[in-house]
């Protein structure tokens, strides 16, 4: 069994792009998850930020947590560390006095501790929902859609201890749409894109295609993990600025870390019409795309048109498809031959809430 250290706010978003990479991912507490197995992928989660061999959980308290690790069996060789983590500052607890606590467990059975570079290290999450302001005092009710039996869950307050096994890769920031050889206004964060790239399912051997593909922001996220992408837009300007931005970032001086990440996948960009891919039936096994948003696009008359053809195109092509949009295009993708398994709403700032339309 494994805990989860989730980010951002939004833990069903966080829990939905997890199951991508881990096995029955399940509510734990504000900003924490488990999960029964968990692969490879997991380092490369844009709202995970670690995973965690679990020990177990016990109340939220210091005293808790100490009866908790000197009842576990401690199977390692080498020096440890203690990290404690008051998650989103929901306890209120001290966590400079729950490391030297557990940390004297650790010394006590003989372990050395290196505080700098050590061998393992032992991280205590200490979580209330009570106390969790930063989101309300719990799971955001909109965030949750179609497919969500019981409602809303925000878990019990809790400590759990789990021995560090992935850190995922944080390099959002070098990555930002600034940074690229070609720029709109508009481009989505790199953060958000990994996510939504990971929901649809992009890993090595998987083929991702994006018929909006704009500046290529997600194609980009998606050939990072190893997926093949093929990307298309109506503008011929924004083809050839993915393209360089693609060269730069899968293939160039631009990639973040080839020691961090799988092989790049191939890419493909062509001019095309969204609503009529040049595309084989079921040549793919995802579609991702941000669909126009009608308070920027000069196209409003014909968005409804230009989305549905869209969602029919994609399912024509994937089996799975995650849209981005302005609003609910739920009825849109039930009339193209899709499932609505969950929708998200994630606001952006005052006047922007995106919806996130995972479609099966």
């Not at 020096?79 to 650790?106: C, F």
């Not at 949750?144 to 925000?154: K, V």
């Amino acid at each position: 069994m494994y805990v989860l250290e989730l980010g951002g706010q939004d833990d069903p978003f966080a829990r939905r792009e997890a199951a991508g990479a881990a096995s029955d991912v399940a509510v734990l507490a504000p900003g924490l998850a488990t999960a029964r197995g968990v692969t490879a992928r997991a380092r490369h989660l844009a709202f995970t930020h670690r995973v965690c061999e679990l020990v177990g959980t016990s109340d939220p308290t210091v005293e808790s947590a100490h009866a908790l690790l000197e009842a576990a069996t401690v199977d390692r060789e080498g020096t440890v560390a203690v990290r404690a983590v008051d998650v989103r500052a929901s306890t209120g607890i001290d966590t400079q006095r729950a490391e030297r606590t557990l940390g004297g467990v650790l010394t006590d059975r003989g372990f050395a501790v290196d505080l700098d570079d050590p061998d393992h290290t032992l991280y205590a999450y200490f979580a209330d929902p009570a106390g969790d302001e930063e989101s309300g005092g719990g799971e955001d009710a909109s965030s949750w859609r179609n497919g969500d039996a019981g409602g809303p869950d925000a878990g019990e307050a809790c400590c759990a201890l789990g021995w560090e096994h992935i850190a995922s890769v944080r390099d959002f920031g070098d990555r930002q749409p600034t940074n690229r050889p070609f720029f709109q206004p508009g481009s989505m964060d790199p953060l958000e894109a990994r996510a939504l790239v990971n929901i649809a399912g992009a890993r090595p051997g998987a083929t991702v295609v994006d018929p909006m593909c704009g500046t290529g922001g997600i194609l980009l996220e998606a050939g990072l993990v190893g997926a093949r992408v093929v990307g298309g837009d109506a503008q011929e300007k924004m083809v050839r600025g993915t393209r360089q931005n693609l060269a730069y970032a899968l293939d160039g001086d631009g990639h973040p870390d080839r020691t961090a990440y799988p092989e790049a996948g191939r890419w493909d960009v062509c001019r095309s019409d969204a609503a009529r891919l040049p595309l084989t039936d079921d040549v793919a096994d995802a579609v991702v795309f941000d669909a126009p948003y009608g308070r920027q696009s000069r196209i409003e008359g014909e968005l409804r048109p230009l989305v549905s053809g869209a969602l029919a195109e994609a399912h024509r092509i994937a089996p799975r498809c995650v849209l981005v949009a302005d609003r609910d295009w739920s009825d849109a993708a039930r009339d193209a031959g899709w499932t609505v398994a969950r929708r998200f709403e994630r606001r952006v700032h005052r006047s922007l809430v995106r919806h996130v339309h995972v479609l099966e």
